[in-house]
């Protein structure tokens, strides 16, 4: 019930393509959905975030799709540049006093 | 407003020794949460604390490891007698009351020799 499921686990894409990650969790009474962003030797970073009213969100060249009936959701990278290369993780967030519960995390390479 | 602050940033323990690792969250921040993360891994939850209060530590070992969020100063994350497998990065997220973001510091990786 706590678990977020993330794919791929590696992902290499060129230069001004689309990078897409994939994230599926059962607890429905999850109600905020972060995708955070890592670099090596950095914490996370939170990148863009999203609610379970809401189907997509954008903010610049990332995107989040919400399946609410699926019970998945993604993040779209669009334009990728070499200097998104990091690590990805997505989170689910029961907010009425929880912890967030991560996904396993994808490394992305975008290729020059 | 100054992110969430994480010290030391790096620390070598021999082992047997124990390991303080510090967390001053964001200003009116007052829920604390640790994540340990190993080389090439993801993000396991350890604990959960609000002010004076551990809500839960369902991720943390049951031995040698305990927390802390004292009313004022940084909340403690204590390992006592270390081993070579508590070598990892450590990392504390901090948000405000009703959770509605959470945020990272930079981590503390802990080397056990």
């Known amino acids: 019930q706590q678990q977020v499921k993330q794919s791929p686990q590696s992902l290499i894409v060129q230069k001004g393509g689309i990078s897409i990650i994939n994230c599926a969790y059962e607890?429905?009474?999850?109600?905020?959905f972060p995708w955070y962003q890592q670099f090596p030797g950095k914490g996370p970073a939170l990148l863009i975030a999203?609610?379970?009213?809401?189907s997509e969100k954008k903010e610049g060249r990332f995107t989040i799709s919400f399946n609410k009936s699926a019970k998945q959701f993604s993040l779209h990278i669009m334009d990728s540049q070499p200097g998104d290369s990091a690590t990805y993780f997505c989170?689910?967030?029961?907010?009425?006093?929880?912890?967030?519960?991560f996904g396993e995390g994808t490394q992305l390479t975008v290729n020059p | 407003n100054a992110g969430v602050m994480q010290n030391p940033r790096h620390l070598v323990r021999r082992r047997g020794q124990e390991a303080r690792l510090r967390c001053s969250p964001m200003?009116?921040?007052?829920?604390v949460y640790w994540y340990r993360q190993l080389p090439e891994e993801g993000l396991k939850f350890m604990v959960y604390?609000?002010?004076?209060?551990?809500?839960?530590e369902s991720g943390m070992p049951k031995e040698r490891f305990s927390a802390e969020f004292p009313k004022e100063g940084p909340s403690i994350l204590r390992i006592q007698q270390v081993v070579r497998g508590d070598s990892a990065a450590y990392f504390c997220?901090?948000?405000?009351?009703?959770?509605?973001?959470?945020?990272f510091g930079q981590g503390t990786r802990l080397t056990v020799v």
């Open positions: 999203i609610r379970p009213d809401v």
């Open positions: 997220a901090s948000s405000p009351p009703f959770n509605t973001e959470a945020f």
């Open positions: 607890n429905t009474a999850f109600d905020y």
């Open positions: 989170a689910a967030w029961r907010t009425s006093g929880s912890r967030l519960t």
């Open positions: 200003k009116g921040h007052s829920h």
């Open positions: 604390l609000q002010k004076e209060n551990i809500i839960d």
